[in-house]
């Protein structure tokens, strides 16, 4: 029996005759002007088919003598007469098909939930225009749709191009994990997802390479002198295996003045090796797990890692209007500097160590009771970091689940501060 059908609702049957047609079953056919279909005829008939539809003023795309079809887009008019023709085997609908680019519908990545950062969580995003999150990276594609909602400026650095032009792609995807804005039904959606104050420093060109310390640490002072005297994030999802005495100190010296929080990637190694800058003191140092809270293979493991996040298959923007999923402690960064920038917006009066408290304080114990070389304090948690700061003081007095931070007080979350007591310097 022949047969016409389609599986695309919208394509509403204008023929719709639950009966028979010339031995053809309809169900459903096309009904709007200039619909494309396939239709198979029996074998040695194409000719006369190819007739019929250039004689009803059809535009014939593909033929396919091997099935023995063609595919035409076909006046709606010419669908009964098609129907009735004895060579036909079959008409059915030419469905779309689309690239997997996650431009529809809208998806909230496994990573921005696992923070508690997505819209249900109810961290309120009212002030977070308030805080310059800047991110030194590959740049960033400022067309995207996912990101141009949001407040962009950036600093070119010699000889890698545009602030606002990524040919790489990592710069795009962590701006997305901080900021992708809520498009509604399409794309995805970041940490902040109504719009942030982003500065862009573009440290690597469009083959991705590799930048100076010194190059960091002049972006250092480009990222203060877009905050001016506010309160700044700085997002570094970049590493080296050796450290710089004068890198450091740019970065220690910014952090020392109470208006800044830094966050850098802990490595991607898979061993006990320290990174660069993650592993100064002054840097928030960011371990990889993955969507159920194991820390990733590759993920480094040293008494520096102070947080993680998700770095696991974590989709986020890509250029060109784009989306790709990608691993590694450079995707775990952002989640973190995009929930230091939405608690931070809640809490401006605080100071970048008392945020950095804070956020070791809200985080969800992993393994080991208390802070370990696998994931730090543990799990970025966006929520009970922000409803865990007291207005009075900035202090923590939330419940982190991190146990007793081994042999803390246990006042107000019961774990170590953020620094490592084998350095000189800590308090803890």
């Known amino acids: 029996m022949k047969s016409i059908s389609t599986s695309i609702p919208s394509l509403a049957a204008s023929l719709v005759l639950g009966a028979m047609l010339n031995g053809i079953a309809i169900a459903e056919a096309p009904s709007v002007e200039g619909d494309r279909v396939w239709v198979s005829y029996n074998s040695g008939q194409k000719g006369p088919i190819r007739r019929f539809l250039q004689k009803q003023g059809a535009e014939i795309h593909h033929e396919f003598d091997g099935v023995n079809a063609v595919a035409a ?44 950062a997505d819209s249900s969580a109810g961290v309120s995003e009212s002030h977070v225009g308030n805080v310059t999150i800047c991110i030194i990276d590959t740049g960033l594609d400022s067309s995207h749709f996912n990101l141009s909602g949001n407040v ?10 545009n602030w606002y032009e990524d040919g790489h792609g990592h710069g795009t995807h ?6 992708a804005t809520d498009q509604g ?3 995805v959606v970041g940490v902040i997802e109504s719009g942030a104050k982003l500065h862009i420093i573009k440290v690597f060109d469009d083959n991705g390479g590799w930048a100076y310390s010194s190059d960091l640490a002049k972006a250092m002072g480009d990222c203060r002198t877009a905050a001016g005297d506010g309160n700044l994030v700085v997002s570094m999802s970049l590493g080296g295996s050796f450290a710089s005495a004068n890198e450091e100190a740019a970065f220690a010296d910014d952090f020392a003045g109470g208006k800044s929080v830094i966050v850098a990637a802990a490595g991607n190694d898979g061993n006990r090796r320290y990174s660069y800058p993650a592993s ?20 480094q493991r040293n008494d520096q890692v102070e947080i993680s996040a998700a770095g696991v298959d974590v989709l986020s923007t890509y250029p060109d209007g784009l989306f790709a999923t990608m691993s590694g402690t450079s995707m775990a960064t952002p989640h973190v500097s995009g ?10 009066s605080c100071s970048g160590q008392q945020i950095r408290n804070a956020l070791a304080g809200g ?17 970025v948690q966006a929520k009970t970091t922000n409803d865990g700061i007291q207005p009075e003081d900035c202090s923590f007095a939330g419940d982190g689940g991190g146990g007793d931070g081994g042999g803390g007080d246990g006042g107000g979350g019961g774990k170590d501060k953020p620094c490592n007591p084998k350095k000189p310097g800590c308090n803890g």
């Open 73 to 116: 887009t076909i006046p709606a008019r010419a669908i009964q007469g098609l129907s009735r023709n004895p060579h036909v085997r079959s008409i059915e609908v030419d469905p779309k098909r689309y690239l997997l680019n996650h431009e529809g519908p809208q998806e909230i990545p496994y990573g921005v939930i696992q923070a508690q």
């Open 152 to 161: 962009l400026n950036g600093t070119n650095d010699s000889g890698t191009g």
């Open 174 to 179: 962590v701006a997305g994990t901080i900021a």
């Open 185 to 187: 039904w399409r794309g």
């Open 280 to 299: 100064y003191d002054s840097v928030i140092s960011v371990a990889a797990v993955d969507d159920r809270e194991r820390r990733a293979r590759f993920s």
């Open 339 to 348: 929930v230091a920038a939405l608690v931070w917006s809640n809490h401006a």
């Open 363 to 379: 985080a969800k114990d992993l393994g080991e009771a208390g802070r370990d070389i696998n994931t730090g304090f543990g799990l």
